[in-house]
């Protein structure tokens, strides 16, 4: 579930999503919703806690569209 979205000084968009501690997710996006096609903003990060925080150093379209996907 994603929390909160925002962005820091200098451009960096900051997702926070909820996490089940002992799982692994990967943070996707999209600039267009009819591309065929997710690319991953994140390789796989290790949940410890209730929540991840995950930065977007380069949303530069107008609009992007992510999914978080647990893998295990």
Known sequence: VFGQVGVQPGGLLV???STSP???YRVDFKDDLD???WTSLT???FA???QLV???PGPSPAQR???IEQLD
């Open 43 to 45: 390789g796989a990060i």
């Open 65 to 67: 569209y992510y999914r």
């Open 15 to 17: 997702l926070t999503f």
């Open 22 to 24: 002992g799982h692994s």
């Open 35 to 37: 591309a065929p096609v």
């Open 48 to 50: 410890t806690g209730q």
């Open 54 to 56: 995950v930065g977007d």
